[in-house]
């Protein structure tokens, strides 16, 4: 079964740093391209980052251009984010997504999501 | 930035209805159109792929049909577990972008 679990998330101050983590299993990660994708409350979703499988393409939203930064750890299963000088506009749900190639290049499995709040 | 603007925002159905959700492209994106299922507080699921491919383990009563800047999904005998929000989502280029969403409540 595949999985996704996101970690990481939690209260940080405005101009603060964290780094959320997702956690994938149930299928090989070398394999698929990886994006992270938020919702602030009561929201829509917004996407924010794509990650290829070896690391050489990367996209990012001009919302976070320049400050989050995506990674992976293939050997670890892992997708991180790193997320530095918060904002209040930050505070969001994150979730990881797994990418599927040439399927409309679907999102086709998310984690439960890590929720992000950025306050004094 | 694409532009996707679905429509309704909101719809009030009944158990047993046929509803349709409209999602327009600010410009052609083939069929790189996604539509995902979200329920509160949980994560979203994806439903339809490339326009019109059901994903695997989703009831046979949603489909999604469209193509260039024109999309729709369709929800047949809507069911109790139905009621939950929709998203459409374009792959076409980056930055992808999503329909601001639809609330399918029960009335």
């Known amino acids: 079964e595949v999985q996704l679990v996101e970690s990481g998330g939690g209260l940080v101050q405005p101009g603060g740093s964290l780094r959320l983590s997702c956690t994938a299993s149930?299928?090989?990660?070398?394999?698929?391209?990886m994006n992270w994708v938020r919702q602030a409350p009561g929201k829509g979703l917004e996407w924010i980052s794509y990650?290829?499988?070896?690391?050489?393409?990367?996209f990012y939203a001009d919302s976070v251009k320049g400050r989050f930064t995506i990674s992976r750890d293939n050997a670890g299963n892992s997708l991180y984010l790193q997320m530095n000088s918060v904002k209040a506009e930050d505070t969001a749900t994150y979730y990881c997504?797994?990418?599927?190639?040439?399927?409309?290049?679907?999102?086709?499995?998310w984690g439960q999501g890590t929720l992000v709040t950025v306050s004094p | 930035d694409i532009q996707m603007t679905q429509s309704p925002s909101s719809l009030s159905a009944s158990v047993g209805d046929t509803i349709t959700i409209t999602c327009r492209a600010s410009?052609?994106?083939?069929?790189?159109l996604n539509w995902y299922e979200q329920k509160p507080g949980k994560a979203p699921k994806l439903l339809i792929f490339?326009?019109?491919s059901l994903q695997s383990g989703v009831p046979s009563r949603f489909s999604g049909s469209g193509s260039g800047t024109e999309f729709t999904l369709t929800i047949r005998s809507l069911q109790p577990e139905d009621f939950a929000t929709y998203y459409c989502?374009?792959?076409?280029?980056?930055?992808?972008?999503f329909g601001q969403g639809t609330k399918l409540e029960i009335k």
């Open positions: 490339a326009a019109s």
């Open positions: 990650i290829n499988i070896i690391s050489d393409t990367i």
């Open positions: 410009q052609n994106i083939i069929r790189y």
């Open positions: 989502h374009q792959t076409y280029s980056i930055p992808s972008t």
């Open positions: 149930g299928f090989f990660f070398s394999d698929y391209e």
């Open positions: 997504a797994r990418g599927r190639v040439g399927d409309g290049d679907c999102a086709d499995h």
